[in-house]
């Protein structure tokens, strides 16, 4: 599995758009890249997953290059409820297998 | 749709006891399901994958006599800690996903705490 790379910690502000960027130098063709919120004491929820360029939902965008070794969480306009850790994941998308979780990024967003 | 729960929320047993935990599929039926641990601090890390019906895989280093897996239906997992120990405690979270889904569902977690 391709191996990633967050910032350990990012801070920000409410109303800000906050990108966080995920390196994964190794990623293979059939893999998807895919993104999970963490709040404490709470199981991951997803957020959203994409393959190539640009993907939108009604809570964030995933901006993916060309090349694929990278990809920027986009979150618009945050919130203080957005404070939570953020994983990247890279895998094969289907739901038939394990998720590998790195060591994600921690939110903060300040008032 | 597609709600995972865990029951329990919380639970603290005493070293040496055994500890049930629950996992359902409120409303899909789950063709495979996950149980992940999570140490303060720390990441998610896979423990095992099961499928109803046949036996779980575990991942290298999760002792499968110590932690029971059990995939009897499409809606219910279960996972069985054998005689816990203190380093045993920690937050037990099960996902779930369904037939041509590409994502996984997560329920809300277990905190075990062995005393």
């Known amino acids: 599995l391709a191996k990633t790379t967050q910032p350990i910690s990012m801070d920000s502000y409410e109303g800000q758009e906050v990108n966080i960027t995920c390196s994964h130098n190794?990623?293979?063709?059939?893999?998807?890249i895919t993104w999970y919120q963490q709040f404490p004491s709470q199981g991951p929820r997803f957020i959203i997953q994409?393959?190539?360029t640009k993907v939108t939902n009604e809570v964030a965008s995933l901006f993916i290059p060309a090349d694929r070794k990278s990809s920027t969480l986009s979150l618009p306009r945050v919130s203080l409820s957005d404070t939570a850790v953020y994983y990247c994941?890279?895998?094969?998308?289907?739901?038939?297998?394990?998720?590998?979780f790195g060591k994600g990024t921690h939110l903060i967003i300040q008032p | 749709g597609a709600v995972v729960s865990q029951h329990p929320s919380w639970v603290i047993c005493k070293s040496g006891t055994s500890v049930k935990i629950e996992c359902r599929s409120l409303?899909?039926?789950?063709?495979?399901m996950f149980w992940y641990r999570q140490f303060p601090k720390q990441s998610l890390m896979l423990m095992a994958t099961?499928?109803?019906?046949?036996?779980?895989?575990?991942e290298q280093g999760v002792e499968k006599d110590k932690f029971l897996i059990n995939h009897a239906s499409l809606t219910l997992s279960t996972l069985t800690v054998t005689s816990a120990h203190p380093e045993d405690s920690s937050f037990y979270i099960c996902?779930?996903?369904?037939?041509?889904?590409?994502?996984?569902?997560f329920g809300p977690g277990t905190r075990l705490t062995v005393t």
């Open positions: 190794n990623i293979a063709t059939n893999d998807y």
């Open positions: 994941l890279v895998g094969p998308g289907g739901g038939a297998d394990g998720l590998t």
């Open positions: 996902s779930a996903s369904r037939q041509f889904s590409y994502e996984q569902y």
């Open positions: 099961s499928n109803e019906g046949s036996k779980a895989t575990y």
């Open positions: 994409g393959y190539k």
């Open positions: 409303d899909f039926q789950a063709t495979t």
